[in-house]
């Protein structure tokens, strides 16, 4: 694992461009970016993913090549970036986030990585492009690619990262709250001048 900085990873999604591109059109997508949790506690690092932001904002990745296939998000790697906030440990449902649930810092974190990589990307930061696995859990962008295993859906094995960031709000709220935030940073121009 390498901490980083957001220029970093702006310089790593610019020099994987064409390779995740390709990746993505081999399968008529375009670049996707995943957001996690990985139900651990906040300085808890898993190589599951490519990006990990600890519980006081640090970003680290595990890889130098953001088109590195990971296991990240069943049935939907290819061509994708997977983010996790290290966070979640104990999660029990929307209104109980345990001990460990996402921090501020953490939330704002996220945000700018959406931005930077969604600018180095060239991607429209929308639901078919930014998704929580919540969300791709239910194959919410309308790609059938994997029976339904998010929330309410039965799965022993149901994955609900991010459906809410703060306790007690409401279902599926998590998504529309980090892309709004990275359009925010989008506005402000984040490393951009
Ligand atoms: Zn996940």
């Not at 519980?55 to 290819?78: F, I, P, Q």
Request: hydrophobic share 35%.
């Amino acid at each position: 694992m390498k901490q980083v900085t957001l220029q970093n990873l702006k310089d790593m999604a610019k020099k994987s461009y064409y390779d995740l591109w390709g990746a993505a059109k081999s399968l008529n997508r375009d670049v996707k970016i995943y957001l996690h949790w990985t139900a651990g506690r906040y300085d808890q690092l898993f190589s599951d993913y490519h990006i990990l932001i600890t519980g006081n904002g640090s970003v680290y990745v595990s890889t130098d090549n953001l088109n590195e296939l990971k296991k990240a998000t069943y049935m939907r790697n290819t061509g994708s970036i997977a983010i996790a906030l290290c966070c979640g440990y104990d999660a029990e449902n929307e209104s109980h986030l345990g001990n460990y649930p996402p921090t501020q810092i953490q939330l704002v974190a996220m945000a700018q990585v959406i931005c930077v990589l969604a600018d180095a990307l060239d991607l429209t930061i929308d639901l078919n492009r930014v998704m929580t696995h919540a969300e791709a859990a239910k194959n919410k962008d309308g790609l059938a690619t994997h029976d339904d295993y998010g929330p309410y859906s039965g799965d022993p094995d149901t994955r609900w990262d991010l459906w809410v960031v703060k306790e007690g709000e409401a279902p599926w709220s998590g998504g529309d709250y980090l892309r709004g935030a990275a359009n925010w940073w989008r506005g402000q121009r984040l490393l951009r001048g």
